[in-house]
């Protein structure tokens, strides 16, 4: 069966392993993202990724959207775990760098983002 229209998907990820799933694919993104200190932003208690606009939320029966790097984030279960997962080792690493440097927010968030986009290749 051939078909005139071929189907087209549009990837709005970026094709390197740079850890965009977490950080976003540009920098208005990344700048929702961020949090003071080198961190990344979460819920008040630090373990959930950031309330995120109900209207951006895939899933309309969610309770809660969550904002991440990837829209996708509230897809299914799985794919939420792993962006809180990793979240939460970007923000454990930079507190590390924090207590144990004399970086600077800046310095402390893209080292931390460094180490974080290795561990995802």
Do not use: W
Request: charged share 30%; aromatic share 8%; proline share 4%.
């Amino acid at each position: 069966m051939t078909r005139e229209d071929p189907r087209e998907q549009q990837n709005l990820l970026t094709a390197f392993i740079d850890g965009s799933n977490v950080y976003g694919s540009d920098q208005q993104a990344l700048d929702e993202l961020r949090a003071p200190k080198g961190k990344m932003k979460t819920t008040g208690n630090g373990k959930l990724l950031p309330k995120g606009k109900d209207e951006d939320c895939i899933r309309t029966d969610a309770p809660y959207c969550f904002m991440a790097g990837d829209e996708r984030v509230h897809v299914f279960p799985g794919l939420t775990a792993l962006h809180t997962l990793f979240v939460r080792i970007h923000n454990q690493i930079a507190e590390e760098l924090y207590v144990n440097t004399v970086f600077d927010d800046e310095e402390i968030f893209h080292e931390t983002r460094k180490i974080v986009s290795a561990l995802l290749q």
